[in-house]
């Protein structure tokens, strides 16, 4: 597990947005730990610039980010607005 990803952090970010630290698989949670993941490897390759498999793993975590937020879409469409909004991406 990486260091910034703490068992804490993550119960807490289920909790905010799964509903319970044990929702792990609810889709809102799983844009939210993505988020957080790419984030921080976004600021890992701004001072490690040849870091290929961090590029790698930056570009799928994206990809399933865009598909799971197509899935929210389709499913529930005032969700994926108040997941958009909360985590502040699609500007």
């Given amino acids: 597990m990486p260091i910034y990803l703490t068992a804490q952090k993550k119960n807490d970010l289920f909790t905010q ?27 890992h390759l701004q001072s490690n610039h040849k870091d290929n498999s961090c590029k790698r793993a930056l570009l799928t975590m994206v990809g399933q980010r865009k598909r799971l937020l197509h899935y929210l879409m389709k499913k529930d469409i005032q969700g994926y607005r108040e997941i958009i909004e909360k985590l502040g991406i699609r500007k």
């Fill in 17 to 43: 947005y799964g509903g319970t630290a044990s929702n792990t698989g609810s889709t809102e949670s799983q844009v939210a730990l993505m988020t957080l993941r790419i984030n921080e490897l976004s600021k």
